[in-house]
Nanobody, 127 residues
């Protein structure tokens, strides 16, 4: 079964940066899309960003455009989420997930399209 493990979360001050990692095992990234999602207390889980394994396509939620950057290292079978200029409203548990049937153009940030999920990593932005 596909496995995804997130790491890199923590406590950071507003304006700071963190880099999250999503390590995949028992499958290769090449043909799948990986998405990052987050869930804040009392809120629904939402899509943050996604990337296709080889098509070079990525997408972002409007709330993180210009601040977050998604990337992949296929040799390490890992996807990263570089988060800069963090705000208190970015506080959430961040999850990565795999879409094993990605769309022809690359990826999407809709939760229902992802069928394998990691356990999540906490990101807290606070002074």
């Amino acid at each position: 079964q596909l496995q995804l493990v997130e790491s890199g979360g923590g406590l950071v001050q507003p304006g700071g940066s963190l880099r999250l990692s999503c390590a995949a095992s028992r499958f290769t990234l090449d043909y799948y899309a990986i998405g990052w999602f987050r869930q804040a207390p009392g809120k629904e889980r939402e899509g943050v960003s996604c990337i296709h394994g080889t098509r070079g396509y990525s997408d972002y939620a409007n709330s993180v455009k210009g601040r977050f950057t998604i990337s992949r290292d296929n040799a390490k079978n890992t996807v990263y989420l570089q988060m800069n200029s963090l705000k208190p409203e970015d506080t959430a548990v961040y999850y990565c997930a795999a879409d094993t049937s990605p769309p022809w153009y690359g990826c999407r940030t809709s939760l229902k399209d992802y069928n394998y999920w990691g356990q999540g990593t906490q990101v807290t932005v606070s002074s």
